[in-house]
Structure formats: structure tokens, C-alpha cells
């Protein structure tokens, strides 16, 4: 691996670096100013439009489609080093560069899977920024790290599909924005073969029938900048036949070739916090003293932050081989990577974001600091779009096969 930027890379990140030093971190606080300011808490502040349209007058827009007719056209790693940089601002950068999950994935699917229907009238705004999407899959009444447990029936009647089911932590369901649901569920329920048995099918949000239920909180966050996380159910909601993407029976494949870029932009996200959490941390101990000294000079503190540059810098190598590997290989040839990263990253970067908490004492768990909303998103990216355990299994029994 060469392991210098290539040009469009160093220009796209000299300019993201300058986005975010002169308009992403004063943001971060006039963010917080408005949303409380805000009639509904659930719509967007004032200076998350004034942010994408500045990003989009500079080009950084749309950065993780590798399809070039859609989006940047850029590969897994000429992306990873610029979604790491977002990392850095997880709440704010990724949506002013609509960089934000679920429309990421949302976006990959219509763009691979949807038909020319579903592009024009759902791919193109999201494209545009105009509105934003849910991704409805996980259930709280099975253990949806097995999706083939998922309940939620999709049953055709007629020209239409008609679902019925109850989803929950939906991400991007509260925004007033969110207009379509990706929802994913079973046509099939009886099918021998149980990776045929689901389908995913376009809902809209009006759709009588679609009731979004409340908001979850994650570790008492409602994580207002991605739309918050939803109970969501559905009632005899009929949709037109044509809403369906791909072919029944598809689902199952179409959230796998969906997760496997969405693992590898959380884990790049997630080294970009873990640097914001050095920079503090070392801030902090060069400008506190405690019992006589600088805290910069107590041993235990030089500990926590070269063990966190060298696992920062262990990470980093892993997720950009990854990258190359998606790149070269394709997601197949990565999956061993893949679920590597998707194992090591969140749990390492939990560990420095928890020094750095410990570091600034009772400032650490305020709300004056990012730190303990950082380490609740990262705590929470051990379960999403899989559970540590599952992919410990499936990367043991992949090891394992060859000496059987």
C-alpha cells in the first residue's frame, strides 16, 4: 500500500480542514444555542443549512458515493481519511457535508438497488439534500442482531403491499425532513431458504398507517442532529407494488451490500473522535495542576495518551486496509477487514474517550464538553449494524475453516 494522499484526496482534505476550523467548531455551540431556542426540538437549527450550503460552494458534498454519477466518485480510501476528519464533529459534520447516517445507506441502496422511479422521486432530494430518510429494520420484540428473526410482514395484495409491524431505534424518523422509509421486512415468512425470506420496500412517511410511536433516547441522548431514534409502527399500511426494491426475497442481501460501507464510514467516524478526544485530552493536561504539578507530568496521564496515539495509529492502518481492500477486492474479498475494524474500532475508541472523561473529572459527564456525548455514540456503534458477538463468531468460524 502507498500510503500518501493522492492529489484529489490532500486537495478535498486541505479544504475540509479549513471547513471545519472556520465554520464547523464556532458552530458547534451556536448549534446548541438555537436548538434550544427551537418551537419544535426536533427540527433543524438555522446554522446546520447556513453549514451545507457553505460545504456545498466548496465541493464537499456528497463525499461517500463512489458512484460518479451520484456522488463524488471518490473510493473507500481516498474517502476514509475525509470521514475521519468529520469524525472530529460527529453531530454536525457529516450532515452539513450530507454525509449523515441513515441517508448515507439509504442513498447507496437507491442508487445500486432502485429503479429508475425510485431515483427520481427519492434519490434525487436526498441527493440534493433536500429531505432526509429512515432505515427501518431493527425490532425490539426479537434479537435483531439474526435479521432473519425480523417479524414485520410485507404481504402483497393486488397492485399493493401491504405491511404490517412494529420497528424501533429507527434513526432519522423524528426529523420533520424525513419523508421515506426504507423498511424491511417479510415476504416470505415460510421460505425454506431464510436469507429469501425478507423484502425491503419504500414507504412514505404520510402513508396512513406509518405512526411514529416516540423518540429513544441512546444513554439518555435523543441525538437531535440525526434525526433522533424512533419507535415506528405499521398498520395495514398499503403501499404500490412498484414501491419494492429489487426482487422479493432480495432484502437480506441488499442490508448486507448496505451495512458493509456503513461499517467501515462508522469506524472512520470513530477514529476522527478519538483524535478529538486526544486534543482534549491533552489540552487539559497541560492547563490543570494537581497536587503540585502540572497533570501534563503525572505518569498515569502520559500512559493514557500514548496508549491512545499508539491504538489511534493501529486503528487507522486496519481501516484504511480495509478500504483498499473494498476497493480492490470488493466488500466479499474484505469481509475479514470488515468485521475486524467493526470489532476493534468502538471498543478501543470507548477506551480513550473514557480516559479523556476521567481526565477532565466532573467536566468530563457535562454537557460543557463533547466527551460524554462522543462516548455514548461510540459505545452505542458496538451494537449497531451488528453486535461485537456476531461478528466475533462469524470471523472465528471464518478463521476456524481453515483448519477444518
Same mark, same amino acid.
Given at each position: 500500500m502507498?500510503?500518501a494522499f493522492?492529489a484529489r484526496?490532500?486537495e478535498?482534505? $486541505? ?8 465554520h464547523i467548531r464556532? !458552530? ?6 438555537q436548538?434550544?431556542r427551537l418551537a419544535d /426540538?426536533?427540527? $433543524?437549527?438555522a446554522i446546520?443549512?447556513?453549514?451545507k ?10 463525499l461517500?458515493?463512489p458512484?460518479a454519477?451520484?456522488g ?5 480510501l ?6 475521519e476528519?468529520t469524525?472530529?464533529s /460527529?453531530?454536525?459534520a457529516p450532515?452539513?457535508?450530507?454525509c449523515?447516517?441513515? @441517508?448515507t445507506?439509504?442513498m ?7 429503479s ?5 422521486r427519492?434519490?434525487?432530494?436526498l441527493l440534493a ?5 429512515a432505515?427501518a ?5 426479537v434479537a435483531s ?7 414485520t410482514?410485507?404481504? +402483497?395484495?393486488?397492485d399493493?403491499?401491504v405491511?404490517?409491524g +412494529?420497528k424501533?431505534?429507527?434513526s ?6 424525513c419523508?421515506?422509509f426504507?423498511v424491511m421486512?417479510?415476504t416470505?415468512?415460510?421460505g425454506? @431458504?431464510?436469507?429469501?425470506q425478507?423484502?425491503m420496500?419504500l414507504v412514505?412517511r404520510d402513508t396512513?398507517?406509518? $405512526?411514529?410511536?416516540r423518540a429513544?433516547s441512546?444513554?439518555?441522548?435523543e @441525538?437531535h ?6 419507535? %415506528?409502527t405499521?398498520?395495514?399500511v398499503r ?6 426494491i429489487?426482487e422479493e426475497?432480495?432484502?437480506f442481501a ?12 462508522h ?5 476522527g473522535?478519538?483524535?478529538r478526544a486526544i486534543?482534549l485530552m491533552?489540552r487539559r493536561a497541560?492547563?490543570?495542576?494537581a497536587f503540585?504539578?502540572?497533570?501534563a507530568?503525572?505518569? %498515569?496521564?502520559?500512559n493514557?495518551?500514548?496508549?491512545a ?9 486496519? %481501516?484504511?486496509?480495509?478500504?483498499w481492500l473494498? @476497493? ?5 474479498? !474484505?469481509?475479514t ?7 476493534a $474500532?468502538p471498543r ?8 479523556a %472523561?476521567?481526565?477532565h473529572?466532573?467536566g468530563?459527564?457535562?454537557q460543557?464538553?463533547p466527551l460524554a456525548?462522543l462516548w ?9 449494524d451488528g453486535?461485537d458477538e ?5 470471523l472465528a468460524?471464518?478463521?476456524l475453516k481453515?483448519y477444518?
Amino acid at each position: 500500500m502507498d500510503f500518501a494522499f493522492d492529489a484529489r484526496t490532500e486537495e478535498l482534505r $486541505t479544504e475540509l480542514l479549513d471547513f471545519m476550523d472556520r465554520h464547523i467548531r464556532p !458552530a458547534e455551540a451556536v448549534a446548541h444555542e438555537q436548538r434550544s431556542r427551537l418551537a419544535d /426540538p426536533w427540527d $433543524t437549527p438555522a446554522i446546520v443549512d447556513e453549514l451545507k450550503a457553505e460545504a456545498r460552494k466548496r465541493g464537499l458534498w456528497n463525499l461517500f458515493l463512489p458512484d460518479a454519477e451520484h456522488g463524488a466518485g471518490l473510493t473507500n480510501l481516498q474517502y476514509a481519511p475525509l470521514a475521519e476528519i468529520t469524525g472530529h464533529s /460527529p453531530q454536525l459534520a457529516p450532515t452539513a457535508l450530507n454525509c449523515a447516517a441513515p @441517508d448515507t445507506g439509504n442513498m447507496e441502496v437507491l442508487a445500486q438497488f432502485g429503479s429508475d422511479e425510485h431515483k427520481e422521486r427519492w434519490l434525487r432530494p436526498l441527493l440534493a439534500g433536500e429531505i432526509r430518510s429512515a432505515f427501518a429494520m431493527t425490532e425490539p420484540e426479537v434479537a435483531s442482531s439474526d435479521a432473519t428473526n425480523i417479524r414485520t410482514r410485507i404481504e +402483497r395484495a393486488g397492485d399493493d403491499y401491504v405491511i404490517n409491524g +412494529r420497528k424501533w431505534y429507527i434513526s432519522g424518523a423524528m426529523n420533520p425532513d424525513c419523508r421515506i422509509f426504507i423498511v424491511m421486512g417479510k415476504t416470505d415468512p415460510d421460505g425454506a @431458504d431464510t436469507r429469501r425470506q425478507q423484502s425491503m420496500i419504500l414507504v412514505p412517511r404520510d402513508t396512513p398507517g406509518l $405512526t411514529v410511536e416516540r423518540a429513544m433516547s441512546v444513554y439518555g441522548y435523543e @441525538d437531535h442532529s440525526h434525526g433522533g431514534h424512533a419507535e %415506528v409502527t405499521f398498520t395495514d399500511v398499503r403501499v404500490p407494488a412498484a414501491n419494492l426494491i429489487g426482487e422479493e426475497g432480495g432484502g437480506f442481501a441488499i442490508a448486507q451490500a448496505r451495512l458493509g460501507p456503513g461499517r467501515i464510514h462508522h469506524c472512520m467516524r470513530l477514529i476522527g473522535m478519538a483524535e478529538r478526544a486526544i486534543e482534549l485530552m491533552c489540552r487539559r493536561a497541560v492547563s490543570r495542576t494537581a497536587f503540585g504539578k502540572p497533570i501534563a507530568q503525572q505518569g %498515569v496521564v502520559q500512559n493514557w495518551i500514548a496508549d491512545a496515539r499508539v491504538t489511534v495509529e493501529q486503528l487507522r492502518l486496519l %481501516v484504511l486496509k480495509t478500504a483498499w481492500l473494498m @476497493d480492490t477486492v470488493g466488500n466479499r474479498g !474484505a469481509h475479514t477487514e470488515i468485521q475486524a475494524i467493526k470489532i476493534a $474500532t468502538p471498543r478501543a475508541v470507548v477506551g480513550i474517550i473514557d480516559s479523556a %472523561v476521567q481526565l477532565h473529572g466532573a467536566g468530563g459527564v457535562s454537557q460543557d464538553y463533547p466527551l460524554a456525548e462522543l462516548w455514548a455514540a461510540a459505545r452505542t456503534l458496538r451494537l449497531a449494524d451488528g453486535p461485537d458477538e456476531v461478528h466475533q463468531r462469524s470471523l472465528a468460524r471464518r478463521e476456524l475453516k481453515k483448519y477444518l
